[in-house]
């Protein structure tokens, strides 16, 4: 079955120590989402690629970092984790049109991210 | 920008009740509504959608959910519950930014059926 996949499902890192974030699709979409969602809130958008061009949410901390070295996989890279950092991450991919057409975003699993 | 807005974090409810949660979203000359549903310890999956036509949308498992754009309101019903529906539950309003879409997520509402 087509699919969003998310590795690993749980994450543990220390404070500080960069960590690596995997996402990969079968779909063959050409966007491509990071969302935060901490405990209880809504998931937040970090930033997405639209085909191989970066875009980054004003508001996203300079230590999130993402790669997409081709069409079906992307990375979300963490340099220096804080404690405020733990969350669950997910990602997302959609088929995006021309002409504006609203297509549904897809989501993987997530990844819960603990920083010790 | 857009914005979404859950009234209810929580809504605790017996199996085979009616529910109805609410979402009503920042006016725009288009709005295109959706709504999630999240399972513990699982991602998003789209429960239904709402970009044009009627203003009624329903899912394949019973809920349906109506565009009242005098209300600016995208409230999501069900007329009977299951314990399987127990989920946290979010609405979001899409926007063109870039060319692509990005989702705006109200804070979620937490369904418990209870039995």
């Known amino acids: 079955d087509a699919m969003v996949i998310q590795n690993p499902r749980y994450q543990v890192t220390q404070f500080g120590k960069p960590v690596t974030l995997s996402c990969s699709q079968t779909?063959?979409?050409?966007?491509m989402y990071w969302y935060q969602q901490k405990s209880s809130q809504a998931p937040k958008l970090l930033f997405h690629?639209?085909?191989?061009?970066?875009?980054n949410e004003a508001d996203t901390p300079d230590n999130f970092q993402s790669r997409r070295p081709n069409t079906s996989f992307c990375f979300l890279d963490i340099r220096s984790p804080g404690l405020g950092d733990a969350a669950m991450y997910l990602c997302a991919t959609s088929r995006d049109l021309a002409g504006g057409y609203h297509n549904e975003q897809f989501f993987g699993p997530g990844t819960r991210l603990t920083v010790l | 920008a857009q914005s979404v807005t859950q009234l209810d974090s929580q809504v605790p409810v017996f199996e085979e009740a009616p529910v109805e949660l609410r979402c009503n979203y920042s006016?725009?000359?288009?709005?295109?509504l959706f709504w999630y549903v999240q399972y513990p310890n699982q991602g998003l999956q789209l429960l239904l959608k709402y970009l044009s036509g009627s203003t009624l949308v329903e899912s394949i498992n019973g809920f349906e959910a109506e565009f009242n754009k005098s209300q600016t309101s995208f409230h999501l019903r069900k007329p009977s519950v299951h314990i399987s529906d127990t989920a946290e539950y979010f609405c979001a309003v899409s926007e063109l930014e870039g060319g692509s879409e990005k989702l705006v997520f109200g804070k979620g509402t937490k369904l418990t059926v209870n039995p």
């Open positions: 690629y639209y085909d191989k061009d970066f875009n």
């Open positions: 779909l063959n979409h050409n966007v």
């Open positions: 006016s725009s000359v288009s709005v295109y």
